[in-house]
């Protein structure tokens, strides 16, 4: 990709503080963006902003995804920093949520869909409304679900089901948001290498590469490039797309 790919461009990416997000940061800021780094633990996006190049050209902030007021003030922060919103949306934020369904706690389930579903609708909606408050007409956001929602897995109903909501979410916004000039696309991982996995037994991880056709689990800078891609005009037709990468994994 040229070095020019997002020059110019603010981009906030949630949950930047590890992971997928941390590395889709580190591949904006290569690719020229300015990055809004957000996470519910401060300290983490701070480390990711540490990361860059020159950390005083972006932003690291607490962001709590699940609260209005929280990301209303994250929006207000960046606006007194750069005078604009960002044009660029990265919603990585996520929780996982297990458990069999007959055992599984209210409290446990909307966690899952507070954080990973109506996360992403605040979001989307407080960056919609900045950009068009500030008349900007281009955008790009992207949206991680997972393939957990494409086929629910067991012992996953509540993270299954966020993310089955977070692919028809997306759906439906980019056929509204599309007319403010706002391409929304989603990716749909397959197991990807980071704190979501790492803490699972050695049998599930074998059990994750075996389902995969390519034999291993993924890196967060592979969901990272393709962030990149959809934020980026060489995507420009691309609208409500939901983009497996998954290394061809099957449950
Ligand atoms: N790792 C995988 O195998 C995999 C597969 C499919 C989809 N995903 C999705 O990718 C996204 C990133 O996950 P990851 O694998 O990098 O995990 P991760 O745990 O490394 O990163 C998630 C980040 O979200 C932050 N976060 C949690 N709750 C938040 C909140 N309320 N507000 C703001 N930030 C919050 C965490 O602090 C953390 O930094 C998630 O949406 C996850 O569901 C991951």
Known sequence: MSAQLLQDKIALVTGGGSGIGRATCQILEREGATVVVCDIKESTARETVNLFRDPSKHLALMTDVSKADSVDATISAIVAKYKSP???L?????????????SLKEE??????DVNLKGTY???KAVANAMEKHGLKSGSFVTIASIAGVFGVEYNSSYSGS???VIAFTKAISKELIHDGI????IIPGPIQTGMV?????AIRQSLKEHSAIG???TPEEIGEVAAFLLSERSSYMVGSSVEVTGGYVC
């Open 163 to 165: 993310k089955g909501g």
């Open 122 to 124: 605040l979001i989307c």
């Open 86 to 88: 960002p044009t660029l």
């Open 108 to 113: 446990a389930f909307m966690n899952c869909i």
């Open 216 to 218: 291993r689990i993924g």
């Open 90 to 102: 990265v919603n990585s934020a996520g929780v996982r949520g297990i458990g069999f369904l007959k």
């Open 183 to 186: 391409r929304v696309n989603t």
């Open 198 to 202: 790492t803490g699972d037994p050695e």
